[in-house]
Every structure is written in structure tokens, then in C-alpha cells.
């Protein structure tokens, strides 16, 4: 599933591929695709016909493409894509949305094998749509507040990493880039949030960009092959993972084995030696 530093690759190559460009045509080949616009897709296709994009944007897992007063908003779920390409190529049988430009050159196709993405257009979105208001920021904007998160995060009775994947606490960390991060910082995901002194929040916040500004340059991570940028590639982060998906390889760090446990219908990625598991929960 795409985190953060994905959401940011597409973002990027929307914002050279496309901004700027004015749609000509806008073509719904799945319904499903934009379940979440309720107005249909008649309407979909009638607000974005002729219209202009002004940028690319992301809060979290979130993009929204401005256009006017209006945003273009998309998930892309756990399989979508947005690829901009030759306009004459044929279609996959996963392309959902088309749209192609008036200025006849490559075309932009939301593909989604899966189908769990979706697009919709929010009216008066263009600087923040008005369904992912409630979303906090991510650590990578400036609106993030680290005292605010601090204070935040430290009033919550659970555990770190469910705290960390807390959309309404911060938003854009999923599993693969909490795990990496706990590991950095040698906090097993389990320890109490509000048992955190500030200066391990704080450690633990910049390990999380630290791990997104490196997925970042290796293009993300294409766990799945899923994954892929504007132009269909895939990103190679998935080498410098260094607990996810690594269950019996060796810590770096240490060489004990890395451990994998279920946790909320997913799995965490410890080492045993570097991040203990807390006594009772509580630590
Ligand atoms: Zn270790």
C-alpha cells in the first residue's frame, strides 16, 4: 500500500506532467472509481471538462490536483496509479478514470487493480478539500506542530505505533515507515505513548523524515510492484528496509533475528535486542 513517500513521487510527477494543462476529455470506464463523488459521474465529468490544473498537492495519503475554486482529490487505496502517457497507447484493463489534454499530449489514466482508490471532486477544495479536514497534518508540511503532536500524543493511553498510525494525531505514516522509524529510535511499538518523555518524541519525529527523505530519492517503496511513479516505474527503497518484511534476516544493528508479530490485521517488524518488548504494556 502506498505511504507517504509514494503519495509524494506521484505528487512530484503531477506536477510536471500535468499542472498547468487544460482537460479536454474525462472518460469514467469503472463507476467504482468515483463511488465517493455523490453526484455521479455525469457531474464528475462535467466540473473537470475544460478545466485547468493549477497544482499538485498532498497531505498525507491524500493528492488533490486545484482547478480553480475546485480540487480534483485522489486516494489511490492499496493498487491505484496515476500515469501519464503516450495519449494513442492502448488502455490497460484496470485504467478507471482517463482524461486527456487539450494540448493532445500524454493523457493522464487512474488504474486501479484493485479498486479500493478513488477520485472525487470537492467543491471549494482547492486548498485543503473539505473531506480530509479532518486529517492532521503530516510531518513533512509546515503546518505540522511538533508541540502541539507532542502534547497530543502523550495524552493517549494505547501503544506507540498505533498512535503513529492515527490519522487525527498525524497523518502519512503507515506500517512500513513506523516500523523503520521504531527501529531507528529502539522503541518497540508497543511502549505506552503517554510514557514518552519529549525528547523521545522528538527523536522518534525525525526518524520518521529521515526515513521519508530517503524513500524519497530511491522513489519509494514497491513492496507489491503495485506501486509505481507517473511514468510506471517502481521505487527501490524496499532494499534499505531494515525490519519490514525482514522476519528471520539478521538486525543490522545487532544480528539478532527479526521478529514479525501480528498487529491489527497487519504485522510489526521488531528486533528483539534493540527494541524490547515492554513489560505489561506498560513501560
Ligand atoms: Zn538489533
Redesign the pocket.
Known amino acids: 500500500m502506498p505511504e507517504l513517500p509514494e503519495v509524494e513521487v506521484v505528487r512530484r510527477g503531477l506536477e510536471e506532467f500535468v499542472v498547468g494543462r487544460r482537460i479536454d476529455t474525462v472518460e469514467v470506464l469503472h463507476p467504482r472509481a468515483i463511488r465517493r463523488h455523490e453526484a455521479g459521474a455525469a457531474d464528475f465529468i462535467a466540473r473537470l471538462t475544460g478545466a485547468t490544473i493549477d497544482g499538485a498537492r498532498r497531505r498525507g495519503k491524500y493528492l488533490w490536483l486545484p482547478i480553480g475554486d475546485d480540487a480534483l482529490l485522489a486516494h489511490l487505496g492499496m493498487s491505484g496509479q496515476l500515469l501519464v502517457g503516450p495519449a494513442d497507447a492502448p488502455l490497460s484493463p484496470h485504467v478507471r478514470v482517463r482524461m486527456t489534454f487539450a494540448d493532445g499530449g500524454p493523457d493522464l489514466r487512474f488504474t486501479d487493480q484493485r479498486t479500493f482508490g478513488h477520485l472525487l471532486v470537492s467543491a471549494d477544495g482547492a486548498r485543503l478539500p473539505s473531506v480530509i479536514a479532518h486529517i492532521a497534518p503530516d510531518p513533512l508540511e509546515d503546518a505540522f506542530d511538533m508541540a502541539w503532536f507532542t502534547a497530543r500524543l502523550r495524552s493517549r493511553q494505547t501503544g506507540i505505533k498505533r498512535a503513529l498510525l492515527d490519522q487525527s494525531l498525524v497523518s502519512g505514516i503507515g506500517n512500513i515507515y513506523a516500523d523503520e522509524a521504531l527501529w531507528r529510535v529502539k522503541l518497540h511499538y508497543a511502549r505506552a505513548a503517554d510514557r514518552l518523555r519529549s525528547g523521545q518524541v522528538a527523536a522518534l519525529m525525525e526518524a520518521v523524515t529521515d526515513v521519508f527523505a530517503e524513500a524519497l530519492k530511491d522513489g519509494g517503496t514497491s513492496f507489491d510492484s503495485l506501486y509505481v511513479d507517473v511514468n510506471g516505474d517502481s521505487g527501490y527503497f524496499d532494499r534499505s528496509l531494515n525490519v519490514y518484511g525482514r522476519a528471520g534476516e539478521p ?1 543490522r ?2 544480528g ?1 533475528l527479526i521478529r514479525r508479530d501480528s498487529f491489527m490485521n497487519r504485522s510489526s517488524f521488531t ?1 528483539p ?2 527494541q524490547p518488548r515492554p513489560r505489561n504494556g506498560r513501560w
Open positions: 538486525c544493528r545487532c539478532a528486533c535486542v534493540c
